[in-house]
């Protein structure tokens, strides 16, 4: 039985105030967790309630701490805290509305997950067990890691389009040997940017800082470190770009800074195809604009049976807006993250929604994240198929890998899910 609910301010990996929350049971167990923040933000999730005016550049978290102590902790202290479902829907019904504008995602994240701790605690359980076991899911397991090894996009100035290029170490057996591989590309990396004199520190989720000319170099060099580290690129290691197109898609065109050029969808799905043919890429998330509906249901027909169309700024972590996508057959794999919608069900539901079409599930940190690991369990109790988190630098980064790797220490029994395309 939860007997109280505090909330208070922490940092965040940008060094911006965040919101932890603290669960105590009547029993004396307890359990904390702190919201992550995002910087290229779909306009569906739910809001990151901040304070405005000039304190912190407008980023105080006071209303959503206020939010926890004055009307969370009071409406749900007495409630039991394995009920996790309960505990949710209480609080979607406590803010009751569609973007959870009342408390704050943020405010609801860091409930939610301190109460699972709290729980798993008291239960003297895991916390993915205790997931698994809550919303029933029959096939927990070990995520393949999609890891970052340059930045870009609006985690780095924009000095590059394309948001993220990771790799997806797909002849991996396990999830310790897939960061290992990765670790000797992210040092091969380096290595070549040394060599280019292009060595300018790291990015928002410590992948590193891509002095290129344009897009597709950063192809190239991804590739060639995959080489460089002695892995076969396309049959031990692939590439994943996360394009995040929403940040260069105005008045319907795709702005490539860079290079100077503005395209068309139809020309924007021919280049990604082209980088596709060029470059051994298994996974594009957010390819296309946030309200481009017709442009992911073509990029999909096209390029689906081949790789992962993630969408997660498309989709929020919603599992109607999963429902609408998957029957205009608009994507075929989903990102989760837990405060673009604000609860543990609610990433669970989108989850259920995805997999229900067939489709890969990829649970996701933020590019704002702390030493929280309560991701690292979401993915393995939900059994999701990919877990990414930025790149094999920075604690907040790190502490999410290093968790998976002493679950399936821990856990032999557990499968580690190879990567495959839906
Ligand atoms: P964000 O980026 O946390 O800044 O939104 C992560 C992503 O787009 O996947
Ligand atoms: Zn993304």
Excluded at 37 to 50: F, T
Aim: glycine content about 10%; aromatic content about 6%; proline content about 3%.
């Amino acid at each position: 039985t939860i007997a109280s609910i505090k909330a208070r301010q922490v940092w965040d990996s940008r060094g911006r105030p965040t919101v932890e929350a603290e669960v105590t049971l009547a029993s004396g167990r307890s359990g904390r967790s702190i919201a992550p923040a995002g910087a290229s933000r779909g306009k569906r999730e739910a809001i990151d309630l901040r304070d405005g005016g000039t304190r912190l550049g407008g980023l105080g978290v006071n209303k959503a701490i206020d939010a926890v102590n004055r009307l969370v902790g009071p409406a749900l202290t007495g409630m039991d805290a394995a009920d996790q479902r309960a505990i949710d829907t209480a609080l979607i019904a406590l803010d009751g509305t569609a973007q959870k504008s009342t408390l704050g995602g943020n405010a609801c994240v860091a409930v939610s997950g301190a109460v699972a701790w709290a729980a798993s605690a008291e239960l003297n359980m895991p916390l993915w067990q205790h997931l698994q076991q809550s919303f029933n899911v029959s096939a927990a397991g070990i995520p393949a890691p999609m890891i970052q090894i340059f930045g870009g996009g609006a985690h780095a100035g924009n000095r590059v389009d394309v948001q993220d290029f990771l790799v997806i170490c797909n002849g991996a057996t396990s999830f310790a040997e897939a960061a290992e591989w990765t670790a000797e590309i992210y040092i091969a990396a380096h290595a070549i940017m040394k060599k280019r004199g292009q060595i300018a520190g790291v990015c928002d989720e410590g992948g590193l800082w891509p002095d290129f000319d344009n897009n597709e170099v950063a192809l190239g060099l991804t590739t060639q470190a995959i080489s460089d580290a002695g892995l076969r690129p396309g049959t031990d290691v692939s590439l994943a770009l996360d394009v995040a197109a929403s940040e260069f898609w105005r008045d319907g065109r795709y702005h490539l800074a860079l290079e100077n050029r503005s395209l068309s969808t139809g020309e924007f799905i021919a280049e990604l195809e082209r980088w596709s043919n060029d470059y051994p890429i298994v996974s594009l998330e957010d390819p296309l604009g946030e309200d481009d509906t017709e442009g992911f249901v073509a990029i999909t027909e096209l390029l689906g049976d081949r790789m992962q169309i993630i969408g997660d700024d498309y989709l929020t972590t919603s599992a109607a807006q999963v429902e609408k996508a998957g029957h205009d057959k608009a994507c075929n794999s989903v990102l989760l993250k837990s405060n673009q919608c604000g609860t543990i069900s609610e990433v669970f539901d989108a989850s259920q929604a995805a997999r229900s079409f067939g489709w890969n599930t990829v649970m996701s940190g933020r590019s704002g994240e702390t030493e929280d690991v309560t991701l690292s369990h979401l993915a393995v109790g939900f059994g999701a198929d990919q877990i990414k988190v930025g790149s094999m630098t920075r604690s907040e980064r790190t502490c999410k890998w290093n968790e998976v790797i002493r679950i399936e220490e821990r856990n032999r029994s557990l499968d580690y899910w190879t990567f495959l395309t839906p």
